[in-house]
């Protein structure tokens, strides 16, 4: 196997590509291989895992390969984003018999494997395999050792843990979610639909007490854990919206100061408060969150820290025992 330090010496090899050739990543120095082939066409040497990860995170690449993508596919099929299931389906029906693991062919040679290693066509040892992926620390992604490996790789790259703890990637997921519930329902956020906020309203009771959110007893109990004096929806404070006198409640009085827990949900990009469950009522929202702003409450959007804390201290489950489902529905 060659092994090359940079791409000028790619010219120096003959063959017919299917070659491999060694080198050092220019990211993280770890030593890997492609074929000659592959490597010519590429623009750097990355071993396979920057490779990967450049290929969803770098927000300049992807758009330059989209950008590509779309220029092929226009000149040769008349549309940015050509995809042919139909043809595809087609050949392979007709040179295996079906599509997928649904082809016969297929099917036939997994059962005449199966008989002649274990006498049987149906053979499925279930048993075996969860007995021994739970001896090696539990199944797939859950085993211990694979996950902190996930999570040491994410941090080396990006500084956070999980894909999720990422701002940018927040931000994609949540402008994509909302796609797919206007596409499917018609409205941004599922609770704004009357029947699917019936089916999943949660009410939580910790202490004695009911919370409107999971984020309310997370907030909740890291008070109480670290002796900070508070009152839970004590206050109520004034406001007119159309000449009718209505209350705001406050969600927190930590110490004499007014604190609400909102997620990042109930604003739109504007930064104006929204009514997430009904959208005609957005002007009572604004008019309680001037009503909140007059009043110097400080607003929570982002309650990781305190999560991160009942997490490490209670364990990620903990909540799920304080969770009654459709309470007061």
């Known amino acids: 196997m060659v092994k090359i330090i940079n791409k000028d010496q790619l010219k120096q090899i003959k ?3 299917l070659q491999l050739v060694c080198f050092d990543c220019e990211i993280c120095k770890k030593e890997d291989s492609y074929q000659l082939r592959n490597l010519k066409r590429f623009s750097e040497l990355l071993c396979h895992s920057c490779r990967r990860y450049k290929n969803y ?14 220029k092929t596919s226009l000149e040769r099929y008349g549309e940015k984003r050509f995809t042919n299931r139909t043809k595809f389906c087609e050949t392979c029906l007709v040179n295996h018999g ?6 016969v ?6 059962k005449q494997t199966n008989t002649e290693r274990h006498n049987n066509p149906e053979y499925r040892n279930t048993q075996k395999m969860m007995k021994t992926s739970i001896t090696n620390g539990g199944m797939g992604a859950a085993r211990k050792t694979t996950k ?4 040491q790789t994410l941090l080396n790259k990006t500084g956070y843990k999980h894909n999720w703890s990422i701002p940018e990637e927040r931000k994609v997921a949540f402008e994509k979610m909302k796609e797919a519930n206007k596409e ?3 409205v941004e956020n599922v609770m704004q639909v009357p029947e699917i906020r019936a089916k999943i309203h949660k009410k939580w009771y910790y202490d004695k007490v009911y919370f409107d959110s999971s984020w309310e007893l997370i907030y909740y109990i890291w008070l109480k854990d670290n002796n900070i004096k508070f009152d839970y929806q004590k206050d109520k404070i004034p406001y007119y919206f159309n000449n009718k006198l209505r209350y705001y409640e406050v969600d927190f009085t930590v110490e004499g100061k007014y604190v609400e827990i909102k997620g990042p949900q109930s604003f739109d990009k504007n930064g104006n408060m929204i009514n ?3 959208r005609t009522l957005d002007d009572v929202a604004n008019h309680k969150y001037y009503c909140m702003l007059s009043n110097n409450v400080e607003i929570i959007t982002n309650i990781e820290p305190y999560e991160n804390y009942v997490n490490n201290k209670y364990g990620k ?3 799920q025992q304080f969770r009654e489902v459709n309470a007061d529905v």
């Open 98 to 103: 079906g599509v997928g693991f649904g082809s």
């Open 15 to 17: 063959g017919n590509g």
């Open 105 to 110: 062919k297929i099917k036939n040679k997994i």
């Open 276 to 278: 997430i469950y009904d």
């Open 317 to 319: 489950n903990y909540l």
């Open 184 to 186: 499917k329902y018609g």
């Open 148 to 151: 902190l490996k996930m999570e």
């Open 57 to 70: 995170h770098d927000k300049e690449w992807l758009k330059v390969r989209n950008e590509h993508i779309e």
